[in-house]
């Protein structure tokens, strides 16, 4: 199973941008799916995570302006950011987790698996 995202970039403070990851591989099913992110000398933090069934999560500094979507079909994970803030400024990664993964005719649980990781700047 692989993640990878892409959507990244430099933006002005108050603009917008939109990241996407796909899961590939011998994937069944993804149980929750997310973003995280890590500015330098931090530690990583959640930003929002999406169940199956499209419960969504939020951590209290992106709500209001980041909306996180999937695809089940597509294994595809979404994060609309809106009114960007210099502070979200961050290396940002997609996180599958409670992944089911076939191989023939059998059913296996994975790990957590984690993207690549893309760039987001926010200029002031």
């Known amino acids: 199973v692989q993640l990878q995202a892409c959507g990244g970039g430099l933006v002005q403070a108050g603009g917008s941008l939109r990241l996407s990851c796909v899961a590939s591989?011998?994937?069944?099913?993804?149980?929750?799916m997310g973003w995280y992110r890590q500015s330098p000398g931090k530690q990583r933090e959640l930003v929002a995570t999406?169940?199956?069934?499209?419960?969504?999560n939020y951590a209290d500094s992106v709500k209001g302006r980041f909306t996180i979507s999937r695809d089940n079909a597509k294994n595809t994970v979404y994060l609309q950011m809106s009114s960007l803030k210099p502070e979200d400024t961050a290396v940002y990664y997609c996180n599958a987790a409670g992944v089911v993964y076939y191989s023939g005719s059998s059913y296996y649980p994975g790990v957590d698996y984690w993207g690549q990781g893309t760039l987001v700047t926010v200029s002031s």
């Open positions: 591989g011998s994937i069944f099913s993804i149980n929750i």
């Open positions: 999406i169940s199956s069934g499209g419960s969504t």
